[in-house]
């Protein structure tokens, strides 16, 4: 994973550019990817798929002296900025300028113009550290940018492994931010990683996985809609980034917080002495693809497994020193956890109306010897019909769901029960966050 983040990280990642491609012909070196192609100019309902954009030269002068240039940082120029070339005076320079007076020394990655429709490529932007603006003199100040633009196309790679029931689980990591490595291209590293140890775990898997690797929300949009089928049959998806900072795991839930994705991550964290801290609201976390994806129309519930505070969050110093495989290593497994779990689970669904004879299959418990174990097991019969599965009713009596997983096993041996599919429909409509995980 940290290889592959290296070989990517210098390129010069957008929406749409030159080396998009070079990067995806890197990683599909390295995992199977089919790469999506969608042509500059396109429409996708309001979407438009902008220009490829590849910057040639940027710098800014005080007469020879050199005071930040693109070759010195990528940040220095703002992505879907336009050629420009003059002489400036300090106060219009300055009206140009990205900085961050709370990290002095640092570029600063400046999304604005590539993500808003009516300033790209009609404005220039640059990123200058805040002390070296703090030393300008008044000027004046030669700029001197130069970008070649050209119809190319989005691209999207998909890693893929397709399951039997028909239904996916989604890993969606944007790979758009350029001189950025945890911010986008450790999320690709690790939703890669985590399909391909599902797919040789679960070579006939019941769910599908699916890697997403997008330019960030133009990128889920048009994916979106262009594949209702699989937006449709879908149960659930997961974004991630800042995936190898050495930091705290960091846990958004649901647009409704307590879906059956929610419940299945928080339960595989709580289970892995992982729950973490801090775990946040629907759009109180960073803010990325599951904005997209769980969306009222689109509806997939989505939640995004990051990691916080990140303090070179969009500046030069989220480089790879800041990439650590352990954390990489953490999230992967969390991932793969969670997949253990989906193809473990099932919705018990009773083939008799009336009540089992018990001692008939060795499913009875004494109820004055045993009392407890015979209230349990009556409590999970009860649960047989409310359609919920293994691991809700585990969650709504409040016991291990490995308890609940034997009794109800034994009951699919002796042909009981029925075991029933996890449906999208299922996963979107069966709401409850039970107070055991609340609490947590």
Not at 2 to 22: A, D, P
Not at 133 to 149: D, H, K, M
Request: charged residues 25%; contains cysteine; proline residues 5%.
């Amino acid at each position: 994973m940290k290889s592959l983040i290296k070989k990517i990280f210098s390129k010069n990642r957008t929406i749409s550019s030159r080396e998009c491609s070079e990067a995806m012909e890197i990683i599909a070196s390295v995992y199977p990817i089919e790469v999506k192609n969608y042509p500059a100019g396109t429409e996708y309902q309001t979407w438009q798929i902008p220009q490829e954009w590849n910057p040639v030269k940027a710098e800014l002068l005080e007469g020879k002296k050199v005071i930040a240039s693109y070759e010195e940082s990528p940040l220095f120029l703002a992505p879907y900025s336009r050629s420009f070339s003059g002489w400036v005076n300090k106060e219009d320079l300055l009206n140009h300028i990205l900085t961050n007076p709370s990290i002095p020394d640092a570029f600063c990655y400046e999304f604005r113009l590539a993500y808003d429709y009516n300033r790209r490529l009609k404005e220039w932007r640059i990123s200058v550290p805040f002390e070296r603006v703090q030393a300008l003199s008044e000027g004046p100040f030669y700029v001197n940018i130069e970008v070649e633009t050209r119809d190319g196309s989005m691209l999207i790679g998909e890693y893929s492994h397709e399951g039997s029931g028909g239904s996916w689980v989604m890993f969606l990591a944007h790979y758009c931010h350029i001189g950025q490595a945890n911010d986008g291209l450790a999320g690709v590293a690790v939703v890669l990683e985590a399909v391909r140890r599902i797919r040789q775990k679960y070579p006939k898997s019941f769910y599908g996985y699916k890697a997403l690797l997008m330019p960030e929300t133009i990128g889920s949009s048009v994916y979106a809609s262009t594949h209702e089928k699989e937006i449709d049959s879908s149960i659930g998806a997961v974004f991630s980034e800042m995936s190898g900072a050495d930091t705290s795991l960091q846990l958004v839930l649901s647009r409704r917080g307590d879906t059956y994705i929610d419940r299945v991550f928080l339960h595989v964290l709580k289970e892995m002495g992982k729950l973490p801290k801090r775990i946040l609201p629907f759009r109180k976390g960073w803010g990325n693809d599951e904005l997209v994806f769980d969306s009222p129309g689109v509806g997939v519930p989505t939640i995004s497994l990051d990691r916080y505070p990140f303090e070179a969050y969009h500046t030069h110093h989220d480089n790879l020193s800041l990439v650590v495989k352990e954390r990489l290593e953490e999230i992967v497994e969390i991932f793969t956890k969670v997949a253990d779990l989906l193809e473990s689970d099932y919705i018990p669904k009773p083939l008799n109306r009336v009540p089992i004879y018990m001692t008939r299959f060795n499913l009875y418990a004494d109820w004055t010897q045993n009392r407890t174990r015979y209230d349990l097991n009556t409590s999970i019969l009860e649960s047989l019909w409310t359609g919920l599965s293994v691991l809700d009713i585990a969650l709504s009596l409040e016991v291990e769901e490995s308890v609940v997983r034997e009794y109800v096993d034994k009951l699919a041996a002796h042909q009981l029960i029925e075991k029933l599919p996890i449906t999208p429909a299922y996963a979107r409509q069966t709401r409850f966050l039970p107070r055991v995980l609340k609490e947590a």
